[in-house]
């Protein structure tokens, strides 16, 4: 009975350590920044505040440009997509031809509440610096936040096809 106990324990134990190291990955990942990010003045601003675009399924697609430095330096606003949660919109700035610099103009946690909010705050982070390793919209949603990734990928691609 007592080795039983102790394997149980151990398994637990091992368990809440996976657990652990996985939510801390998360964390750290989503709170990264991109030191090798030149901040220099850019030339051009291009804005489409007025662009509404809506998401109507979990099943929209997304186009992806290309992350071989086609991207004309600059900053772009991409348009405001309308979700369930609330509208989400993206600046993204380009030097070097790639992707420097994602920033929320609005996101759903600004107009969602508690528990949405929550999962916007750490899913956003997130989707930013996937943004900035991928070069293009064509990134992985997180679980349980896939209406943010969304209206962030369609906003983040309005603001790409501007810069080619």
Known sequence: MKKILAVLVTGLIAVAMVLDAYFLLLMNKG???DASAPTTSQATTTDSTSDTTSVSSSS?????????????????????VSTQWGNVQVKVTISGGKITDVTMVHSTSEDGEGRSQAIDNQAEPVYISET?????????????????????????????????
């Open 132 to 164: 900035k390793k991928a070069q293009s919209a064509d990134i992985q949603a997180i679980s349980g936040a896939t209406v943010t990734n969304e209206g962030y990928t369609q906003s983040l691609q309005s603001a790409l096809d501007k810069a080619v």
């Open 60 to 80: 929209s697609t997304i186009s992806t440009s290309s992350s071989s430095g086609k991207y004309k330096d600059g900053t772009y606003k991409g348009s405001s």
């Open 31 to 33: 709170s990264s920044t």
